[in-house]
């Protein structure tokens, strides 16, 4: 094997050089907060968002809808909250009965922001924290009831959760507007004693 070619080397050379380029001018990865909207003085905020402002670290004053102005390099936005109605599907869960039968149950709960300063800094996760707590209120409030009143009370059962979720959800600026339960699986032995009496 003979020594490359002249053109060969000059080639190599040019191909580095671009690579090393585009290396340089390639963007830089995204951190975790560059969803954010960037001050740039003039904001045009939309209908049904609530933008959470901070000058120097500190909150500020919460942006309406419509034209604001900020002051680059001062302001942060900092939070941007929906201020429309959130559905989130509350994860599949056993609860215990009052007569020790073991249910898997799932819901859904409908929520609105209705404090944006609150659901800014009252709460890490809001959505996380409402759906723990909505959780933990159906497998107390199924622990009161036995199997046969689960299926007959099933909407006094969504309204006693509801109360109980937005009773804690007030400091976090959180309202809980409807709970439903999707579905209830009984134990393949409980449904088959139930069919029997049947």
Known sequence: AGSPSPSRS???LQRSQQLKRSAWLAPAPHRLNSSLPMNIGVLFVPQQEAWVVERMG?????????LNFLIPLLDRIRY??????IVINVPEQSAVTL???????DGVLYLRV???Y??????EDPEYAVTQLAQTTMRSELGKLSLDR????RESLNANIVDAINQASDCW????LRYEIKDIHVPPRVKESMQMQV
Do not use: W
């Open 10 to 12: 000059f080639s190599f």
């Open 99 to 105: 007569d020790n039968v073991t249910l898997q149950i």
């Open 58 to 66: 500190k909150f500020h004053r919460i942006l309406e809808p419509g």
């Open 118 to 123: 609150k659901a800014s800094y009252g709460v």
């Open 150 to 153: 689960v299926f007959r009370e």
């Open 80 to 85: 941007v909250q929906s201020l429309k109605e």
């Open 173 to 176: 600026g959180i309202r809980c």
């Open 114 to 116: 209705m404090d944006p």
